[in-house]
């Protein structure tokens, strides 16, 4: 049976709210003020947690602008442009981790990151990062994998892309390595994703098969299906975040901006709460709505002796009589005392 998982100190399961990740990622531009900001930005919005990622240009590929390492896909957000020169623009200089980490935690918040190489792990490992998560793009990438489940921390993975047999190799490499916090995240490797390639009634079946908590790393724009995906069972929400879309970045088109970041955070808190449990009758917040039921009434003035039909007997608010199931039962039978307009029906009166 999987572990409890605590980062930091968020416990994250079907018991807590929904753990919010702000995902900075490249939009930062290039700048560590504007980096600093989205830090401020994302506390300010509740978010529980902030990360970055961790990589240079030459840990991700090769300096080449031709075959394989040109991006030529029209459909793409970064058509035109190399591998390299991407990750040059979207890379977060490694000095200006621990001036990030440091604003987080100044303001109440969790922040680590991604690490796409050994060399970033040893590095972030240097500053005591709470937990560690991996990309999609690197889940079967299993020397990393090991490499990170051997520092013991929680490990959040991203699903995009893998099959069942590929993500058995990834969790049990991680498993094997010294990973007992495991966090898989359901995602779907576009930018920005539709709501009809998400896919989200996967999430229960991970949860099935591999035994710990699953959640989504969501590329679509809104909050629809981060919401939908609490209700089944996501206990883990992860979303791009800019100060501004209109300011541009490697991946602000699918980016959160601050107000639909706070929303998020409310809106999957309040999903989470709906879920409740298994539960029928009055709970005790409704009783005083039993008095809106229909139930049976005597609506004209009536004498002993006198005889209940349609026209004198029935189904109205408030509740304070009997329900009108029991109406045929009274159809017919003599009252027994005078019961003027407005007496709720009881089995004395016949």
Known sequence: MKQAISIGHHAIGAGHAPFVIAEMSGNHNQSLDRALQIVEAAAKTGAHALKIQTYTP??????????EFHIADAGSLWNGTSLYKLYGEAYTPWEWHKPIFDKAAELGMLAFSTPFDETSVDFLESLNVPCYKIASFENTDLPLIRKVAATGKPLIISTGMASIAELDDTVRAARESGCEQLILLKCTSTYPATPENTNILTIPHLRTLFDCEIGLSDHTMGVGVSVASVALGATVVEK??????????????????????????????????????????????EKKSLQFRRTLYIVEDMKAGDVLSPTNLRAIRPGLGLAPKYLSVFLGKTLTKDCPRGTPLSWDLI
């Open 58 to 67: 030459d840990t991700m590929t090769l300096d080449l602008d031709e075959r």
């Open 240 to 285: 791009h975040f800019t100060l501004d879309r209109s300011e541009g970045g490697v991946d602000s088109a699918f980016s959160m901006e601050p107000a639909e970041m706070a929303q998020l955070v409310v809106e999957t808190k309040r999903a989470w709460q709906a879920l409740g449990k298994v539960s029928y009758g009055v709970t005790h917040a």
